[in-house]
């Protein structure tokens, strides 16, 4: 963990220690659950490290439902953390807000309003003042606990797109393949999403979609560098638009990112 002086106003020589890190969220998947899928593929290798073919498949079939869930709930936490940046900035006004996102806002309100009760108890009447930020809160926690399939698009049901335009109004697989300059990534992790619900209902991906260790290795190292800059992403719009940041972007996450993508931060 890095840490860096900051002077504590301009007239003052007294220094404070900030911490320097990227998300929570992603601290967690990067640090712990990168590990622990990868150790399972280590596992799966070592119990076949002797002649004949390898079995106990079932271990890489499980690092991959790890590695899918841990992927989901670092979309859903990122989002929550980015909520809570956005909730506890009193400087924050709602004009200051993605004009995408105060129309979401807005409409959401109205969808809700029930019309048999007090008016100032309906949701839009949080829309003045500050209330917006716990209506915003509010929306990101009705949208989360039947969200179970962390694809970026999906015919049916929610979706990532869907997730990250509760807190940022834009939609995030456009601006990951623009960052990544990687058209049809997501096409590519929604798909290793898809293995994820084979092997969940079967339990067993067919002998065409088969895992190896080197196959787990790069859908995490995918995942990881997704993650790694869907956060510079957040950071970057939070700069942009409302004039702070939720977190830093620190080595960890440019070490994950493609040189292209280095280049861009």
Not at 54 to 83: I, P
Request: glycine residues 6%.
């Amino acid at each position: 963990m890095k840490m860096r002086p900051t002077l504590g106003c301009a007239n003052s020589r007294q220094i404070y220690w900030s911490y320097e890190l990227p998300s929570s969220a992603f601290n967690v998947f990067n640090n712990k659950k990168r590990a622990e899928v990868l150790e399972i593929a280590q596992v799966f290798e070592d119990i076949n490290n002797r002649p004949g073919p390898n079995t106990k498949y079932s271990l890489l079939n499980g690092a991959l439902v790890l590695l899918v869930s841990s992927w989901e709930v670092y979309c859903e936490d990122v989002c929550k953390q980015a909520a809570a940046s956005i909730h506890g900035r009193a400087s924050l006004t709602f004009a200051n807000l993605d004009e995408k996102l105060r129309k979401d806002l807005i409409q959401y309100a109205g969808s809700q309003y029930k019309g048999n009760q007090d008016p100032l108890l309906e949701k839009v009447a949080l829309l003045p003042d500050g209330g917006w930020r716990q209506l915003l809160v509010d929306r990101l926690a009705e949208y989360t606990p039947d969200f179970n399939t962390p694809k970026f698009t999906r015919q049916r049901g929610k979706d990532l797109n869907g997730l990250f335009r509760q807190v940022l109004g834009i939609k995030i697989s456009t601006a990951l393949e623009s960052f990544l300059e990687d058209q049809g990534l997501c096409a590519r992790l929604d798909g290793v999403v898809t293995l994820r619900g084979e092997i969940a209902h079967t339990g067993d991906a067919q002998a065409g979609n088969r895992l190896t260790c080197a196959l787990l290795r790069l859908h995490t190292a995918s995942f990881i560098e997704a993650a790694a800059a869907i956060d510079v992403i957040i950071h970057r719009e939070f700069r942009t638009k409302l004039g702070f940041a939720p977190w830093q972007i620190t080595q960890p996450i440019r070490n994950t990112l493609r040189p292209i993508a280095q280049n861009k931060i």
